[in-house]
């Protein structure tokens, strides 16, 4: 049995969102398959176009742009830690998005 290393819980998110290279040029859209305040798991994408950093745009919520950093890729997902801390003002509203999230995973 996997030992769970994570430190968050993460919620089904099924969002759009966006790649974006650090410069800010558009890498191309994604899909985010899972969500929590560390990290999240991106696919739709061609890994192989992502670096090991970039920004990710959120497109559902409050979240906005977030710093990435790339901790494992498989031929179709990446997983990514957050770099940058979660903005204060938006802790209380990401929890409330992954807590309204986890409610309409099969909605």
Same mark, same amino acid.
């Given at each position: 049995?996997r030992?769970?290393r ?12 966006k790649?974006y ?9 994604c &899909? ?7 990290? #999240?798991?991106v696919t739709g994408? !061609?890994v ?5 950093q970039f920004m990710?745009r959120?497109?559902r919520g409050?979240?906005?742009?977030r710093k990435?950093?790339?901790?494992w890729?498989?031929?179709?997902t990446?997983? &990514?830690?957050f770099a940058?801390?979660l903005?204060? #003002?938006n802790?209380?509203?990401? !929890?409330?998005?992954?807590a ?6 099969h909605?």
């Amino acid at each position: 049995m996997r030992r769970e290393r994570r430190q968050n819980i993460r919620v089904e998110w099924h969002s759009p969102g966006k790649i974006y290279d650090c410069d800010g040029d558009l890498l191309g859209r994604c &899909v985010i398959k899972d969500f929590s305040n560390g990290g #999240a798991k991106v696919t739709g994408i !061609a890994v192989g176009r992502i670096p090991d950093q970039f920004m990710l745009r959120i497109a559902r919520g409050a979240v906005g742009m977030r710093k990435c950093h790339v901790l494992w890729r498989s031929a179709t997902t990446v997983g &990514v830690e957050f770099a940058d801390g979660l903005p204060h #003002a938006n802790r209380r509203s990401s !929890a409330r998005l992954q807590a309204d999230a986890s409610r309409h995973v099969h909605a």
